[in-house]
């Protein structure tokens, strides 16, 4: 199994998702970033960008924060620790897999 | 694949320049503190110890209140008009850093010009150095700058601070000519001694001139690039973002 294409060592199935990896990739470089900017910069709509991001939450990728800027509640997402671990070593993987 | 990660790594980073605001407002700060160098020239008699300590104090009033209302402008456009039409990002960089970041960009500014004139207080030859200073200095700003823009680019992925860079390049290189142009050395006197050395405040005047001028081109460009982005922006995204859009 371990020689199997469907099991690169290494490659993280829930970052490896396209959708996932552009918000992965867009948290990376940023302290945090709101459902607005994730939904114009990934080009997903509202459902499939809630649902990849419930996806990164539950795995403990991304932490959600209610905060208000001014009067209006406003919802912020930020990569956790574990996140940036995650997509490093995912980069470092898919880089690995090239030079093998 | 990894290419397209990057890319969207540097979109991200980029952000921050995307309305055009950014540019706009770094813009108008050099065209000002190009304008407070230009008043505070000395063009009177005054000795040149109280001169330069009138000046200094100044021109750190200048900056200070510059930089507090670029950001606290800068803050209110974002809010007003990009967050709601694009969304908001909060940046690692925080308001204090920008501060820092600038500030030290304009230390790095008036650093060469002050410390070169303290030396040649103590080293006789310095002042054969700071003769040949009006011609290379702004080639050495002008390069110095184009390799931080195009640096800040690329790292940022904006094609457009390429042509920022290499406009400033230009720019710096275009003064230097001016100024050897104009009849200054452009190698110090100790080199080619049978050059007629300028009064050294001729030579600090006429090197603050050419730093004036970089300033003007460099804010002036700046100003375009930002606006030029700021209608593309504007045209990409007319109005707030609603749930029917």
């Known amino acids: 199994m371990s020689k199997s294409p469907q099991n690169f060592s290494g490659l993280d199935r829930v970052i490896h998702e396209p959708a996932r990896l552009t918000l992965v990739a867009l948290l990376s470089s940023v302290e945090s970033a ?67 | 694949m990894n290419v397209q990660i990057d890319t969207t790594v540097k979109r991200a980073r980029a952000y921050w320049f995307v309305d055009g605001f950014t540019e706009i407002a770094t813009g108008g700060l050099f065209v000002i503190l190009a304008g407070a160098l230009f008043i505070t020239r000395n063009t009177s008699q005054t000795p040149f110890l109280s001169w330069f300590l009138s000046v200094t104090g100044e021109i750190i009033i200048v900056k200070i209140v510059s930089i507090l209302a670029v950001i606290l402008g800068l803050w209110w456009l974002k809010d007003h008009f990009t967050y709601p039409r694009t969304g908001f990002v909060r940046n690692r960089i925080t308001g204090i850093q920008i501060f820092v970041i600038l500030r030290n960009m304009i230390l790095f500014l008036l650093l060469p010009i002050v410390s070169l004139f303290t030396a040649s207080l103590f080293i006789t030859s310095t002042g054969s150095v700071l003769a040949s200073m009006p011609v290379w200095f702004p080639v050495g700003l002008g390069l110095i700058w184009a390799a931080f823009v195009v640096l800040a680019g690329e790292w940022m992925g904006l094609i457009r601070f390429r042509l920022l860079g290499g406009i400033t390049l230009l720019t710096g290189i275009g003064v230097g000519i001016w100024q050897a142009a104009m009849g200054l050395p452009n190698v110090p006197a100790a080199v080619q001694p049978t050059i007629l050395q300028p009064p050294l405040l001729e030579s600090i005047d006429r090197t603050l001139i050419g730093l004036d001028l970089i300033l003007v081109i460099f804010g002036v460009i700046l100003m375009f690039s930002g606006v030029a982005t700021f209608l593309r922006y504007r045209k990409e995204n007319p109005q707030p973002y609603t749930d029917d859009v």
Do not use: C, W
């Open chain 1, 34 to 100: 709101d459902f607005l900017f994730l939904l114009k910069e990934s080009g997903l709509t509202k459902g499939n960008l809630s649902v990849h991001l419930s996806r990164l939450e539950e795995a403990g990728y991304i932490q959600m924060e209610k905060t208000f800027r001014g009067k209006i509640q406003h919802t912020e997402y930020h990569l956790t620790p574990k996140g940036k671990s995650a997509f490093d070593q995912y980069r470092k993987s898919l880089g690995s897999i090239f030079n093998k």
